[in-house]
């Protein structure tokens, strides 16, 4: 069993901030690589952020320049600081991670957390 968990979504006014927080526990061999999606009603769930565990980060253009994304190894716990956020961010985040729960199963599987509402409004 592996579980997820978000924290630190809100409401915020446009132009403000979050850091958004995702912490993995459970039958956890090695991580791969974790990171941040996101998904408005009626629309696919989009990629934000991934960051691998050589630090490679990978960033949607909208979240460019804007977006961060983080990983604490030691914890199993990513961040996503968002900066200037706009009204068009407010969605459900997701995080998902990529690993191995065994040392005797090679094969990696993605998992994600249940989400955390962003809702950017004045």
């Known amino acids: 069993q592996v579980h997820l968990m978000e924290s630190g979504g809100g409401l915020v006014q446009p132009g403000g901030s979050l850091r958004l927080s995702c912490v993995a526990s459970?039958?956890?061999?090695?991580?791969?690589?974790m990171g941040w999606y996101r998904q408005v009603p009626g629309k696919e769930r989009e990629l934000v952020a991934t960051i691998s565990s050589g630090g490679q980060t990978r960033y949607s253009d909208s979240a460019e320049g804007r977006f961060a994304i983080s990983w604490d190894n030691g914890i199993d716990t990513t961040y996503l600081q968002m900066n200037s956020l706009k009204p068009e961010d407010t969605a459900v985040y997701y995080c998902?991670?990529?690993?191995?729960?065994?040392?005797?199963?090679?094969?990696?599987?993605?998992?994600w957390g249940q989400g955390t509402q962003v809702t950017v409004s004045s």
């Open positions: 459970g039958n956890i061999f090695v991580i791969k690589g």
């Open positions: 998902t991670a990529f690993l191995r729960t065994s040392w005797v199963n090679s094969e990696f599987f993605r998992y």
